[in-house]
């Protein structure tokens, strides 16, 4: 277990070195003068020396990609050009509601996904199948926002149930806080559950078709009995795969949904920064980002040790 | 008598070769889900193709006396806060989405191919190739596209470079893993004993039969860069909001939700009609390329 778990922290290095090559690079892949895009074109040739000198441009790339790299290292992201303060605290205010968010979704993903791919293995071939696939494969067409839209114009216009916009932390009261996050919740949740439903119902039909199932059915247990402790047990050990996988999606919808619920999150920085060309910020929310990823995924991979004894490294 | 022998000389086909079409017709045929992705496809692409024919208006025609009008007869899907007639924004972005998409799936498929190949049959390379296909899929999808367009600048030009590089490693991936498969065949140790060159066993024994995954994986390529493009446009950072894409005018109907929400119904219902008959076709071509990864 030990020797597996140094060695999978060791393969993650060159993963988050290419991560690390890759933000550096997107400030980089700019044409022209990186200082000069991000003054705009206003900005007198010495302001622009200025900020060249100033984070570094005028070194040879090599040179500062390891300045960069040795600063990230010690969680220097640098400063935001446009709010003038270090990015990791910039990064910091817009975590809790993206986390929340992600979490949040993360849960309607698998509170629809886990029992509606149970339903569609249990009455594989009926119309409950048909329908549980239907509903899979129209959640991976809808784009997120789209759906954000939809259910602000039936819930906060229509109906006027919920608000369409806005934040509150779950810190000044949990009961506001959810009205503000049920709408986006849902739209981020409902996308992402597709691939949870069909992997649910693959990975259940295929417990199914085993001996020991047959066994259990045979000795006379109910057919509730049958599903709930001896067939989902081990098929939630795949599933773990994808909610890892579902995870990377969700991360990138909740940058979207964000935007259209105008929720202070990390999306909200991020498209706002680029709008701005604030460079620092989104080298740090990517960098941030993909290694939370890289890290969640590598967690995931663990969890199969308490779910499932039969692994073992 | 002469006959019968020409005929065995010269066989119409060859045996247990069918032609592609009669082998186009079977897979619809087996698989339902994928006629019906191919014919909703071929709408959408022929809504794109003749939207200069079918547009009631030139889709940037500005008419303020209209404006924010509800579903009619002069406008089925309503106009915006211009006046501009939603119907003809729609069918005009169509070509946008679908030439985003298409171009993306034929740049990622081309470069994944070549590193998946590369990958695949150098074991030195494979090394450090897929470490960075690693460390590149290691960003959630949109998050990379829009830090590349910070710095690529908004054009639909840049989109396409922009996701082309997000989706390259899914292709590279499949096409890595397949040559491995195949690579160790003993067909291909037939090939190498009686001389093949390695750049014929490369293409024409090897290559040649990734194409069932690749194919498979390209489609749903489509419709990952056809959301993508979507997301981008409507977060303000894909293309210019001066062209109509379907983001772009969901994201101007944004601020009319109230009033006038058909401006951002119909894009929307637009985006999700295509990725579904892309999925679909995806869905029906896995089940009938490789029956092994059949889900059901």
Not at chain 1, 104 to 121: E, N
Not at chain 1, 123 to 140: C, E, I, T
Not at chain 1, 182 to 205: E, M
Not at chain 1, 248 to 265: D, H, K, N, Q, W
Request: net charge positive; proline share 6%; charged share 15%.
């Amino acid at each position: 277990m030990l020797s597996y778990l140094t060695g999978r922290l060791f393969a993650l290095l060159p993963v988050l070195a290419v991560v690390a090559v890759v933000v550096f690079m997107v400030v980089h892949v700019t044409p022209g003068d990186p200082a000069r895009v991000m003054l705009g074109e206003d900005a007198t040739e010495a302001q622009v020396a200025t900020l060249r000198h100033d984070l570094g441009l005028d070194r040879p790339l090599p040179v500062q990609f390891v300045l960069w790299i040795g600063r990230a290292l010690r969680g220097d992201l640098g400063e935001s050009l446009f709010l003038h303060i270090p990015v990791s605290r910039d990064i910091a205010l817009h975590l809790g509601p993206t986390a929340t968010l992600s979490a949040l979704g993360m849960t309607v993903a698998l509170v629809i996904g886990i029992p509606v791919g149970i339903v569609s293995a249990v009455f594989r071939n009926s119309w409950l199948d048909q329908a549980s696939l239907g509903l899979a494969l129209l959640g991976a067409a809808v784009p997120s926002f789209w759906l954000g839209l939809s259910l602000i114009v039936l819930f906060a216009v229509d109906f006027g149930w919920l608000p369409s916009s806005g934040y509150q932390s779950p810190s000044n009261g949990l009961r506001q806080s959810l009205q503000y996050l049920v709408l986006p919740a849902l739209a981020l949740g409902v996308p992402n559950s597709s691939l949870i439903i069909r992997f649910t119902r693959s990975s259940l039909l295929d417990v199914l078709g085993n001996d020991y199932i047959r066994t259990a059915r045979a000795k006379g247990l109910r057919g509730r009995a049958v599903i709930f402790r001896h067939a989902l047990r081990n098929a939630l050990v795949p599933i773990l795969t994808v909610v890892g996988l579902t995870f990377a999606a969700l991360m990138g919808g909740a940058v979207v949904t964000e935007t259209v619920f105008s929720l202070p999150g990390i999306g909200q920085l991020v498209v706002s920064s680029v709008l701005r060309r604030d460079y620092p910020v989104i080298q740090g929310v990517t960098l941030t980002v993909a290694t939370a990823y890289v890290i969640i995924n590598l967690v995931v991979d663990l969890l199969y040790f308490a779910v499932d004894p039969r692994v073992r490294y | 008598m002469v006959q019968q022998a020409a005929a065995v000389r010269v066989p119409a086909r060859v045996p247990g070769r069918p032609g592609i079409v009669s082998t186009l017709w079977k897979m619809v045929c087996r698989r339902r889900i994928i006629g019906i992705g191919v014919l909703i496809l071929l709408v959408v692409a022929a809504a794109a193709v003749a939207a200069p024919l079918l547009a009631p208006t030139n889709p940037n025609t500005i008419d303020v006396p209209a404006r924010l009008h509800a579903p009619e007869a002069a406008h089925p899907f309503g106009t915006d806060e211009y006046g501009r007639d939603i119907l003809s924004r729609t069918l005009y972005g169509a070509r946008l989405s679908l030439t985003v998409g298409l171009v993306v799936t034929l740049l990622s498929t081309t470069a994944g191919i070549v590193v998946g190949l590369i990958a695949g049959t150098n074991r030195g390379a494979d090394k450090i190739l897929m470490r960075i296909m690693d460390g590149v899929m290691a960003f959630p999808d949109i998050l990379l596209a829009i830090a590349l367009m910070a710095s690529l600048g908004p054009s639909a030009r840049n989109v396409v470079l922009a996701l082309s590089f997000v989706y390259t490693p899914r292709v590279a991936r499949v096409v890595r893993g397949s040559v491995l498969v195949i690579a160790s065949l003993e067909y291909i140790d037939a090939a190498h004993a009686i001389g093949a060159r390695r750049a014929r066993i490369l293409v024409r024994h090897i290559l040649v039969n990734c194409a069932s995954p690749v194919i498979v994986q390209a489609t749903f390529i489509t419709a990952y860069a056809m959301l993508g493009e979507a997301a981008l446009s409507f977060l303000g950072v894909g293309i210019p909001p001066t062209i109509p894409t379907w983001g772009g005018i969901i994201s101007g109907g944004q601020e009319y939700l109230r009033q006038a929400p058909w401006i951002s119904i119909f894009p929307g219902a637009a985006i999700i009609l295509s990725v579904l008959s892309l999925n679909l076709l995806g869905d029906g071509l896995r089940d009938f390329l490789d029956p092994r990864l059949r889900y059901s």
